[in-house]
């Protein structure tokens, strides 16, 4: 492209979701990429039977966190559901010693990352901040702050550069995020210092109330290119196709080619949130659409027609369906909340008068209430 | 001992952090070949190489934002912001990254980030270069803040807080750059005054003036005029603005029962009202007077030609001296306090 004449974009919006590399398409039939057919040479049945056990498991996982919300279990879920080709697709591609920076939505990224059935309630009952810990499945705590964690994540690739090693770095953030300042900024820098990070943005179409179209009227990934960052746009829906595109971002990135964009083009079939009425906003129509491209059945169709799908398979995923659905249910009802002086713990690595002063003090007063209590039960007795 | 400028001794504190961990990295904007705009860095990406003396595109979020990652990775990152007035574009990531990670994570991720913001004015400087941010950050709990006024503390405060595992946001007063003192670089750490503890900067039984950074020069001037006025004045060095010693604090308004603060800062909900309020609680009963806050107005940092008369100096920390001494000054007669 030379740069001396006039740059005009070259897409545009309208150009809609048809516009997206693919190996599956919605009736599950395979069909050819040259891009991305290499990377997943070695695909065989029983890989994708794990893809869709991944991805029916964290459909259940998402099923129980609406039903524990509406139940009172729960304060608050951010529904996952129509995004779990991205999520378990992206996240497949990882090696155990990559880093990945979550959104407060990829639960299925956390889940393949190891997350534990209490790891997925605990945060959202309210119960902690966060659960796992970050070190022991290589995932970042998940960021509610819209794009801030793309940042981290390119600060963890520069560290892997200086630690001269070939792990990769992972940024996951939402078409919303792409707006935001930090996410810009973070591909600024990682192409500035050619850092092993893969920016996965996640474009499920709607940033609460507000559409893609508010953030971009040029497809998320040719931003990319303007930042040295080459990309790809997927079909976020396609679990195949997602592998593939992160197989490519990531050996991009290992080989120190520096960073690799990938926008996965998906839908959030659920509101932002449970406290969401996305039926202020959106056609029902839009949502039918994107229920005829959904991932698990695009998957499972494909299986069908390759043999691969029969009863006792789908038996056996929905009985560790159940029972991952029951641990985390279990998970959510057994939870006791910690004693509250706890809550002093943590602000400081290193000891702090400030707080050590406000800890004797609150535990003081807490103890006052016990003792006013015990001295009730006395005259009681 | 040996004579250096702040600025050096600021230097030095970096190089020898540098050279004694290997996971130390200073970050920001020129600070490399330049050695920054105030040639605080001078030399050490010579000396430790472009990846641990590491020049950024200019965006204080991703500076600061990057530091995080390169912690989470196991990195010290010492970040320059260029100018406090820079700083705001990175406040998200301070406040709700850095502060917040460690307790979000019950103490599973540290954040041992250092981020050295050169501060304050009374250097003639345009708009944005002169501002005293402090409070934001006193206000965020999960930091530490300090505020350094001497090259001594300079060079162990920047010690301490890069081996501290808590943020820790350090202030040096640009105008006190080029000021000379004894340093004792062979001082051992371990053994140096930790960084949260006040100094009595000087001691006197009529009045306790506290102050922080650039202003404690200015403290130690009042105090020696008020001196010939017969006024003993107890000058408090703070060095560390959150948290606060408390106990040096109080030992001395309690032997004063008279209490001024002073600081560059706008007056509104700024340290000294933290530090009044605090005082006033822990020494209700043996205050004299009712404190004295000497400060910048409630503007924004104005024109430096008029910043010799925003910013606190020896006549209006003596007129509050006067104040707390119920003796005549620029409140009598004005207006019923």
């Not at chain 1, 996952?80 to 990945?100: N, S």
């Not at chain 1, 508010?214 to 396609?238: L, T």
């Not at chain 2, 990846?51 to 320059?80: C, K, Q, S």
């Not at chain 2, 006025?229 to 004063?256: C, F, H, N, Q, W």
Request: glycine content about 8%; aromatic content about 8%; overall charge negative.
């Amino acid at each position: 492209m030379t740069m001396t004449h006039t740059l005009t974009p070259t897409a545009d919006l309208a150009s809609g979701i048809e516009d997206v590399a693919r190996l599956l398409t919605p009736d599950g039939e395979r069909i050819a990429d040259p891009d991305l057919d290499r990377w997943v040479e070695d695909v065989d049945a029983s890989v994708l039977r794990g893809l869709y056990r991944d991805m029916v498991l964290v459909r259940r996982i998402d099923t129980e966190g609406v039903a524990l919300q509406r139940q009172g279990q729960l304060a608050l879920w951010p529904p996952c559901q129509g995004q779990e080709a991205t999520q378990v697709g992206t996240a497949r591609a990882l090696r155990a010693d990559d880093f990945a920076f979550p959104s407060y939505r990829e639960t299925g990224v956390v889940h393949v990352r190891g997350a534990k059935p209490a790891d997925f309630v605990l945060a959202w009952r309210g119960e902690e901040h966060s659960t796992y810990n970050p070190y022991e499945i290589n995932t970042a705590t998940q960021q509610i702050i819209i794009g801030a964690q793309s940042l981290h994540a390119v600060g963890y690739a520069m560290g892997i550069q200086r630690d001269g090693t070939d792990q990769v770095s992972v940024a996951y953030f939402g078409d919303g995020a792409s707006s935001q300042g930090d996410v810009n900024e973070a591909m600024v820098f990682a192409s500035s210092y050619r850092s092993p990070v893969v920016f996965v943005c996640v474009n499920n179409h709607w940033a609460i109330s507000e559409p893609v179209t508010v953030q971009a009227k040029y497809p998320i990934a040719g931003r990319a290119p303007g930042f040295g960052i080459p990309s790809m746009r997927v079909d976020g829906n396609d679990v195949l196709a997602c592998l593939a595109a992160m197989r490519w971002a990531l050996d991009h990135a290992r080989r120190g080619n520096g960073p690799a964009f990938i926008e996965a083009v998906t839908y959030r079939m659920g509101p932002h949130t449970t406290s969401d009425d996305p039926t202020r906003y959106r056609d029902k129509e839009e949502v039918e659409t994107w229920r005829r491209r959904d991932p698990i059945s695009r998957l499972e169709a494909l299986l069908r027609a390759q043999g691969e799908f029969d009863d006792a398979f789908a038996a056996s995923v929905e009985a560790d369906a159940d029972a991952l659905a029951r641990e985390v249910r279990e998970a959510a009802m057994s939870a006791t909340t910690r004693e509250p002086l706890t809550m002093l713990d943590h602000v400081y690595a290193e000891p702090h008068s400030g707080i050590d002063e406000q800890r004797a003090w609150f535990g003081a007063y807490l103890d006052g209430f016990a003792s006013a209590q015990a001295g009730a039960e006395e005259v009681a007795r | 001992m040996t004579q250096l400028t702040m600025a050096k001794s600021i230097n030095e504190g970096l190089r020898r952090a540098m050279a004694d961990d290997p996971k130390v990295l200073v970050i920001g904007e020129d600070i490399g070949k330049l050695g920054g705009v105030f040639r605080i860095t001078d030399g050490l990406q010579a000396e430790f190489g472009a990846d641990r003396v590491i020049d950024t595109p200019l965006a204080e979020a991703g500076i600061v934002g990057t530091a995080v990652g390169l912690a989470f990775r196991g990195y010290r990152p010492v970040v320059e912001i260029q100018f406090d007035g820079f700083v705001y574009p990175a406040f998200d990531q301070i406040v709700c990254q850095v502060a917040k990670l460690h307790y979000r994570t019950r103490g599973n991720v540290t954040m041992p980030i250092t981020i050295r913001i050169p501060w304050a004015g009374g250097v003639g400087a345009a708009e944005h270069h002169s501002e005293s941010p402090e409070a934001y950050f006193v206000h965020t709990s999960g930091l530490r803040v300090v505020a350094v006024s001497n090259p001594q503390d300079a060079y162990v405060m920047l010690r301490q807080a890069i081996a501290s595992n808590d943020p820790v946001v350090y202030f040096e007063p640009k105008r006190l750059y080029h000021t000379k003192g004894e340093v004792d670089l062979g001082v051992d750490l371990a053994d140096a005054p930790p960084m949260g503890l006040a100094r009595v900067a000087r001691e006197g039984t009529d009045v306790t003036l506290l102050t922080y950074g650039s202003q404690v020069g200015i403290a130690l001037d009042a105090a020696t005029a008020a001196e010939d006025d017969g006024v003993s004045i107890e000058v408090i060095d703070l060095r560390s603005i959150s948290p606060v010693d408390y106990r040096t604090v109080t030992a001395s308004v309690r032997k004063t029962g008279r209490v001024v603060v002073t600081h560059e800062a706008a007056r509104e909900a700024g340290v000294g009202a933290e530090l009044i309020a605090s005082v006033t609680e822990r020494c209700f009963h043996y205050l004299e007077a009712p404190p004295q806050r000497v400060t910048g107005h409630d503007i924004p940092y104005p024109p430096a030609k008029l910043e010799k008369h925003h910013l606190p100096d020896l006549d209006r920390i003596l007129d509050a001296v006067d104040r707390v001494l119920d003796r005549p000054n620029s409140l009598t007669g004005v207006f019923e306090q």
